[in-house]
């Protein structure tokens, strides 16, 4: 019996919240490790960033391959969850567009390296795609949808046309250290902009 007058099973969802917020942790961490250094960095650099043992990451992630999911599946609903969030905190839903498309750029370089570390898993890697459309084209369209109705952008921009076209730029990143797809990102978003957009 409690003495502490705790009720019985707070301790228990104490401790897994503790587990859930540690593991967050630990996906920030090798998240921006990835888009640093690629999906191939040292675990020991991923731990250090997270600020935890070796054993830990693999405790929670036995293979690389698992670890890169995780990040993947995490980092996708960071960007969901962005979505609206940015449009409730900004003044303008073109700003917000603009800042979701920064984290979404960075979802994208770890992305790029998903196929490698999933090896021969197709079926897995087409199963975490279309987790991906289902969860991040409506946050774009919302977002595309209010720049519209403010009279930002010109209306119409379809969100999947909208991600594919910043992925295709993202693309030669990790082979050529020169070239910096923000910049392109950047006219791409400026072209949304109407003739009267301010």
Request: with cysteine; glycine share 8%.
């Amino acid at each position: 019996m409690p003495t502490t007058g705790e009720p019985r099973g707070a301790s228990a969802r104490s401790k897994r919240a503790d587990a859930v917020r540690n593991q967050q942790t630990l996906l920030d961490a090798a998240a921006e490790v990835f888009v640093t250094s690629g999906v191939d960095a040292p675990i020991r650099e991923i731990a250090a960033r997270a600020g935890v043992g070796m054993g830990t990451i693999y405790r929670h992630f036995p293979t690389r391959a698992d670890l890169v999911v995780a990040v993947y599946r995490h980092q996708v609903e960071a960007c969901a969850e962005a979505g609206p969030r940015l449009l409730a905190s900004d003044d303008s839903p073109l700003a917000a567009l603009r800042q979701w498309v920064d984290l979404f750029v960075d979802f994208l370089v770890t992305k790029h390296g998903l196929a490698n570390a999933l090896q021969s898993d197709g079926s897995g890697f087409d199963a975490l795609h279309a987790y991906f459309l289902d969860r991040l084209v409506p946050a774009c369209t919302q977002l595309l949808d209010a720049a519209a109705d403010a009279g930002e952008i010109r209306p119409g921009t379809q969100a999947y046309e909208l991600m594919r076209g910043i992925g295709n730029l993202c693309i030669g990143h990790d082979s050529d250290p020169r070239y910096d797809p923000r910049r392109l990102i950047e006219l791409l978003l400026q072209g949304l902009r109407g003739p009267q957009s301010p």
